[in-house]
């Protein structure tokens, strides 16, 4: 308690002379402090740069085993550089017989002397306008060991018959005739438009020229 003293008199304090503790404040900052990364993230992130390293090892190894043809001996049909051959002699073959073919028909039917025109050209485009699938089961029948059509064929000309499904050879064979039935056609009407969109006077000026009919 405090007993109230007159000022001046003695024993009197004056207000100077108290000195009243006042609590310390504590002062606390709103700023977030600067985060450096964490374990977790570090971890995460070697995480991820190891399995991109381990899926680029087994890439590298996938490929490796690929070209190296596992083991497989070169005329093995699993073994990649038997697989590479066969697919480039298929496009090379297909690619021949179509445009040649194509191009040998357009040529015939483009003369000016060939008659029944229409009903040729109608021939020759129905292995096109045929079904896919239905020209394979004709072809499969064609091709069938003991009763198709080409066995008959065979025996009649006094040749032995052929297992067409029996070896790669004779299959990869049988596939490339199938193939080119269904894709000459095509090659001949666009051979053909190309042949018929020439103006007749380059052909009198090449008869005049001397120029010959393979010319």
């Not at 198709?148 to 050879?169: H, K, P, T």
């Not at 000026?205 to 001397?210: F, K, L, P, Q, T």
Request: with cysteine; hydrophobic share 45%.
């Amino acid at each position: 308690t405090i007993s109230a003293v007159p000022v001046g008199s003695p024993g009197a304090t004056s207000i100077d002379d108290v000195s009243t503790p006042c609590p310390e404040r504590k002062v606390t900052s709103s700023e977030p402090k600067a985060s450096s990364p964490t374990r977790p993230a570090r971890r995460g992130l070697d995480e991820e740069l190891r399995n991109r390293l381990l899926a680029t090892a087994a890439t590298r190894d996938h490929f490796g085993e690929i070209l190296s043809g596992g083991g497989r001996p070169l005329d093995d049909p699993l073994n990649f550089w038997f697989i590479l051959g066969v697919t480039v002699l298929w496009t090379v073959a297909n690619v021949a017989l179509h445009v040649s073919l194509g191009v040998i028909l357009a040529l015939a039917l483009s003369r000016s002397w060939l008659r029944g025109k229409g009903v040729l050209r109608m021939l020759f485009i129905l292995p096109w306008a045929v079904p896919n699938y239905i020209t394979a089961l004709i072809w499969k029948g064609i091709f069938e060991n003991e009763h198709g059509a080409m066995a008959s064929i065979l025996d009649y000309c006094g040749l032995e018959n052929v297992d067409w499904f029996g070896s790669w050879a004779t299959s990869f064979s049988a596939n490339v005739i199938t193939n080119t039935w269904l894709g000459f056609p095509f090659m001949m009407v666009v051979a053909l438009g190309a042949l018929e969109t020439i103006p007749k006077e380059l052909y009198e000026a090449a008869s005049v020229d001397g120029a010959s009919a393979w010319q």
